[in-house]
Nanobody
Framework: QVQLMESGGGLVQPGGSLRLSCVAA????????MTWARQAPGKERTWIST???????DYSGSVKGRFTISKDKAKNTVYLQMNSLKPDDTAVYYC?????WGPGTQVTVSS
């Protein structure tokens, strides 16, 4: 059974940083890529970043240059380092792989 669990969200001031983590159980990073998406209040869930099983990364235009995705295969954990956060980054952040998604972690950027 595949389980994904995000953590690391919270309240941060504009310009601040957070690092999200997602621990995966029941799937191997050697077989699947991992994705981060987010859903702001009243909006649809949108893709923001992917890291493939071959460690190729990609980012949406809204986060490129500010966010960095990485993974630790030994810990079966994927990370999202978020810098220079803006109020528009406020959302619930989800990690996903192979059609599975975690429950999400709330990120609020506000002064």
């Amino acid at each position: 059974q595949v389980q994904l669990m995000e953590s690391g969200g919270g309240l941060v001031q504009p310009g601040g940083s957070l690092r999200l983590s997602c621990v995966a159980a029941g799937l191997s990073f050697t077989d699947y890529g991992m994705t981060w998406a987010r859903q702001a209040p009243g909006k649809e869930r949108t893709w923001i970043s992917t890291i493939t099983r071959d460690d190729i990364t990609d980012y949406s235009g809204s986060v490129k240059g500010r966010f960095t995705i990485s993974k630790d295969k030994a810990k079966n954990t994927v990370y999202l380092q978020m810098n220079s956060l803006k109020p528009d980054d406020t959302a619930v952040y989800y990690c996903g792989s192979n059609a599975y998604w975690g429950p999400g972690t709330q990120v609020t950027v506000s002064s």
